[in-house]
C-alpha cells in the first residue's frame, strides 16, 4: 500500500477502521459521532496547510501517525465519503491521502 514515511503504523489501524465503519453502517448509523475529535493531534493545527497539500503529505502522516483517535478518524472519513466521486476526495484523514481511502473505498463491499 502506498503512504508517507509513516504509513505502516498507521496502516495497521486501516482494518480496525473498516471494522468500525461496517459496524457503524450494520447498526443502522451513517456516521461515528465527533466526541473523538477533541482528542485528536491535529487540534488546533492549520489543517488547510498541513493536510491539504500534496504531494508531500509529511507532516500529516506524521501528525495521524501519533494520533490517538486515528482509527475514528479514518472510520469517519470512509463513511462521509462512501458516495463522493473521486475526484473531490482530497487531504489526508486518518492517516490516508485520498488514493490510499479511495483503494479501501473499493475494496470493501460494506463501503460502496
Do not use: H, I
Amino acid at each position: 500500500m502506498a503512504g508517507g514515511p509513516l504509513a505502516p503504523t498507521v496502516t495497521m489501524s486501516v482494518s480496525r477502521a473498516m471494522r468500525l465503519a461496517r459496524d457503524t453502517l450494520d447498526r443502522g448509523y451513517t456516521s461515528v459521532g465527533d466526541d473523538w475529535v477533541a482528542d485528536s493531534a491535529c487540534l488546533g493545527m492549520d489543517t488547510d496547510r498541513v493536510f491539504y497539500r500534496p504531494p508531500k503529505y509529511t507532516r500529516a502522516y506524521n501528525t495521524c501517525a501519533r494520533c490517538s483517535v486515528v482509527v475514528e478518524c479514518l472510520a469517519a472519513a470512509l463513511l462521509e465519503e462512501r458516495r463522493v466521486p473521486q475526484q473531490l476526495l482530497c487531504g489526508v484523514r486518518g492517516g490516508q491521502a485520498p488514493r490510499e481511502r479511495l483503494l479501501q473505498k473499493n475494496s470493501d463491499p460494506g463501503q460502496s
